[in-house]
């Protein structure tokens, strides 16, 4: 079980990361736990999740994020 | 190929939509992943879902969630609903639809947030999941069949 988290340093990182990514794995999925980075860029939120569990410490929580320019932003109608 | 039939009366002001049975827990993979290193998870919980072809994305109320202790992925993106936006938080989860023969999703990422006063759902099916069926309505007959 993991407790809610704010992943601060993970979304530090990714920020600090973002625009590179994007030049050169625009779509791909990342995992991120504290400032280590999962090795590799994924084509599925599935195969960044699986990565992580290989690579991370699960009794916290990981981030998984695509690498795109902008937030995603989900709508509901 | 698996085929339902959901009971929808457009005409019923207190009819939310067409709603279907869930099981919601986390992925198999977390689960397994965690289990190796002695963690617990909860059972399972079978929750009602409405087919929500405005969602573009699979939304479960932060209380079941919660409730469930999915794994979190993410924390503070948004949700646009109605023009305001809401904070969200992110999940890798399972979802599967018992009784059905429906394909199950697993993983699938999952989005939380609060539900207000929402008494009939706990979970949005998104166009992430809908995408995957064919699904039609017959109004005349009050009936939202889906088949995969």
Same mark, same amino acid.
């Given at each position: 079980m993991t407790s809610p988290t704010s992943f601060a340093i993970e979304r530090k990182v990714f920020e600090e990361h973002r625009e590179k990514w994007f030049r050169s794995n625009p779509g791909k999925y990342v995992a991120i736990q504290g400032d280590v980075v999962a090795s590799g860029f994924f084509d599925t939120y599935a195969e960044a999740l699986r990565a992580g569990l290989r690579e991370f410490d699960v009794s916290r929580g990981f981030l998984v994020r695509q690498v795109r320019l902008a937030e995603q932003v989900y709508v509901v109608s | 190929m698996a085929r339902v039939n959901l009971h929808w009366d457009?005409?019923? @002001? %207190? %009819? @939310?939509g067409p709603c279907i049975d869930v099981i919601v827990s986390n992925s198999a993979d977390v689960i397994e992943a965690g289990r190796a290193i002695g963690l617990e998870y909860p059972e399972p919980r079978k929750m009602t879902a409405l087919l929500d072809t405005g969602a573009s994305v699979t939304v479960i109320s932060k209380v079941f969630a919660n409730h469930c202790k999915l794994f979190q992925t993410n924390e503070g993106s948004e949700i646009t609903a109605i023009g305001a936006q809401h904070h969200c938080w992110e999940h890798a989860g399972a979802i599967s639809f018992p009784g059905t023969g429906l394909r199950a999703f697993d993983p699938i990422r999952i989005v939380s947030a609060v539900f207000v006063k929402?008494?009939?759902?706990?979970i949005l099916i998104g166009r992430d999941i809908l995408r995957n069926w064919i699904i039609t309505f017959d109004a005349r007959h009050k009936r939202v069949t889906i088949e995969d």
């Open positions: - | 457009p005409s019923n @002001p %207190d %009819d @939310p929402e008494r009939y759902y706990a």
